[in-house]
């Protein structure tokens, strides 16, 4: 994090170590921080630029947009620390007071906590509150308290010139006329959760779009137990496939063709942790069948597919004198990401079992350190949320059945745990509880 160019609330300002200011951060600096982690450095000012006042803010900002590309600004939290001070005026060097390093440059050193909670309040003059967000679930928040979203620039649309999203940077300021901004990457730590939302709730039970059947169909002569020579022979064949389009009607009629009914369901956790591997439960379920069916035939999987689904929405709300709720506008963006894919080629396919977990046939796992898929929160005006697709393609006595099979909104959250978190919000508390580990140490008796 040696420097970086950062464009934030309009102007560019590019942290280089040749500059008159420039922020160092320490080499011992987490390239993502969260909660509780010190982020600390030094401020190196040249000397020559006779400053009287030098000091640090760090802070954690939103920008929206409205569809008139108006933009407004919110600040979750903002801490400054101020480095020097000149006793005189005028032409003086009272900076060189501080020491200097080997290059000639004065050192002023800044420490911060990052905060866990947004702590500022928007903008007073807009209302904040979202006339549609459901009972018990804002889609936006517009009071603080709510835990710090993750660092989020790449969800939106790429062709504005500043696109929304969350930052956190810290900017070094000498007099008014220097200012230095250096981005730092937060990931916030896992609220706390029951371990058994890790692992799928069969009795919750699954909703998929209306849109798609429930069930499967299949209605062949195929299904039939193929014990008569008739059946086994090439006329006999011939004459199944006739039937079943309708093409000849005899004593067997299309009517008495066998039919098989049957639902495949996913359920995935509802709580799935970035970076690491989750299970998801299939279920069978027999619905119908002829009664000249003794047995439910073999179903195989051809193909398996899971995807993440990734709502980013924004709100930027009205003004409190408007009164037209019809002002108010959603942008939405979404972005289907690959999971895991796997397609069964060889014989019949493989055997489709009721509890059989799509991860015997291969790693299901989130992956960690993409930027495009972050922890699922709700900010002020911003909101993202993340749903895992499963689609299936599959055969029944040689006939092809395929649908989705789970359409589900997941809360993604981060591996990380809480160090310390700060009581206040601005990383001065006592240590309290860490969220629960997807995987605890042993418990020991003792002696």
């Known amino acids: 994090m040696r420097s970086a160019s950062v464009s934030i609330a309009g102007a560019s300002h590019t942290n280089l170590a040749q500059n008159q200011l420039y922020i160092d951060v320490f080499s011992d600096a987490k390239h993502v921080y969260t909660a ?18 030098v000091s640090i803010v760090f802070k954690g900002i939103s920008i929206l947009y409205d569809k008139d590309l108006e933009g407004c600004k919110t600040e979750f939290f903002r801490l400054e620390q101020k480095l020097f001070t000149s006793s005189g005026t005028g032409e003086n060097y009272d900076i060189l007071r501080q020491g200097t390093a080997e290059d000639g440059k004065v050192e002023l050193h800044f420490d911060f906590t990052f ?24 889609r936006f928040q517009h009071s603080p308290g709510f835990l710090l979203p993750p660092t989020c620039t790449t969800l939106m649309n790429s062709d504005m010139a500043v696109p929304p999203g969350i930052s956190y940077y810290l900017e070094a300021r000498a007099d008014s006329t220097l200012r230095i901004r250096q981005e730092v990457k937060f990931m916030p730590p896992a609220p706390e959760y029951d371990l058994l939302l890790l692992q799928p709730n069969l009795d919750f039970g699954t909703t998929l779009p209306k849109q798609q059947c429930r069930y499967k169909f299949i209605r062949t002569r195929k299904l039939l137990p193929s014990t008569t020579k008739e059946r086994a022979s090439k006329l006999g ?19 008495e063709i066998p039919f098989y009914r049957f639902n495949v369901l996913a359920t995935p956790p509802r709580v799935i942790v970035i970076g690491s591997n989750f299970p998801i439960h299939i279920t069978l379920q027999q619905l119908d069948r002829s ?15 899971v995807q993440i689904v990734s709502s980013y929405e924004t709100f930027v709300p009205q003004p409190k004198k408007s009164v037209n709720r019809a002002l108010e506008h959603i942008d939405r963006a979404q972005r289907t990401t690959l999971l895991f894919e796997k397609r069964f080629s060889a014989g019949e396919g493989e055997p489709l079992h009721d509890g059989i977990d799509l991860s015997q046939f291969g790693e299901l796992l989130v992956p960690k350190g993409d930027d495009r898929i972050i922890p699922s ?10 749903e895992l697709q499963v689609d299936m393609w599959g055969e029944c006595v040689g006939n092809e059945w395929s649908g989705i099979v789970c359409k589900e909104k997941v809360q993604f959250v981060s591996a990380w745990t809480l160090s310390r978190v700060p009581e ?9 509880a860490r969220p629960p580990q997807a995987f605890p140490p042993p418990e020991y008796e003792t002696v």
């Open 291 to 305: 009664a000249s069916i003794p047995t439910p035939p073999p179903l195989f999987i051809r193909r398996v597919r």
């Open 424 to 432: 206040d919000g601005h990383g001065h508390g006592e240590e309290q």
């Open 36 to 53: 509780g982690d010190i982020v600390h450095g030094k401020v190196r000012v040249d000397p020559t630029a006779r400053p009287q006042n």
């Open 377 to 386: 929160f709700s900010s002020y005006g911003m909101a993202l949320e993340h």
């Open 237 to 255: 064949r011939v004459k199944d496939f006739l039937v079943e389009k309708e093409l000849f009607f005899g004593l067997e009629t299309f009517s």
């Open 115 to 138: 905060p866990h909670l947004a702590v500022q309040t928007p903008p007073a003059e807009r209302n904040w509150h979202y006339s549609k967000a459901s009972y018990g679930h804002p």
